[in-house]
């Protein structure tokens, strides 16, 4: 009786269904790539960054022009003394664009142009003009009838001298203007020019400077008996 009871019961439990290990699980299906979806994205990616530049590039449009980086006096052309700088683009404003330099440098300003100026194109002409109201004197001085600095742009006034240099006096001793002061009180240095050569150094220099045409004649009748002397005045 015991053995068929022990028998029955394992006969039970064998009928039971077994449970799977765990290495009898069915494999995962690998996941389907889609690079076609992917190429889509990056390319999306990369219209939208170019759709961005292009609007930033039209909102700040910009154009390479001419800048004075050292003043130029009235009547003179442009030399080495310009940059390029890039500003915004308007059509409004007669810029002169960088790849016009070369014509640019055919002109001759129409009255002094300051250091850091942007250059517009009404600022030259073809031909020298002087300011309204201003005459161009020609003087030719020797050593000591001029400061050893002077340069074009100085603000100097002009007296009338002896052919020693010493200032004329009121007396008329020496052959001073009648009023012993300056003959030009206000004048500006409009170009400078050494007649000096490469062999003899003689010192003098010939200078054509800017002044009011009512102390033009004066100026001018001084000059020629070499009778002037200039100096530096505030301003510079």
Do not use: C
């Amino acid at each position: 009786m015991k053995i068929q009871e022990r028998t029955g019961a394992g006969a039970g439990r064998s009928a039971a269904p077994a449970q799977p290990s765990v290495g009898d699980r069915l494999p995962t299906p690998p996941r389907e790539r889609k690079p076609a979806l992917a190429a889509l994205a990056v390319l999306l990616i990369l219209v939208g960054a170019l759709g961005v530049t292009m609007l930033v590039l039209q909102v700040g449009d910009r154009v390479e022009v001419v800048k004075v980086t050292d003043e130029i006096q009235a009547g003179e052309s442009v030399g080495d003394n310009v940059t390029s700088v890039m500003v915004a683009a308007d059509d409004n404003i007669n810029y002169i664009k960088w790849s016009q330099l070369g014509t640019l440098k055919t002109l001759k300003a129409k009255s002094t142009i300051y250091k850091d100026t942007v250059v517009m194109g009404q600022m030259f002409a073809k031909k020298a003009s002087l300011p309204a109201g201003k005459a161009a004197v020609g003087l030719a001085l020797k050593e000591g009838q001029y400061p050893s600095d002077i340069k074009a742009g100085d603000v100097v006034s002009a007296y009338r001298v002896s052919t020693s240099g010493s200032p004329s006096n009121s007396t008329g001793s020496s052959g001073a203007s009648s009023s012993g002061g300056a003959l030009v009180d206000n004048a500006r240095v409009n170009t400078v020019e050494d007649d000096s050569d490469a062999t003899v150094s003689t010192g003098n220099l010939s200078l054509t400077v800017l002044v009011d045409e009512a102390d033009a004649a004066a100026l001018a009748s001084a000059a020629a008996a070499n009778e002037v002397a200039i100096v530096h005045v505030p301003g510079n």
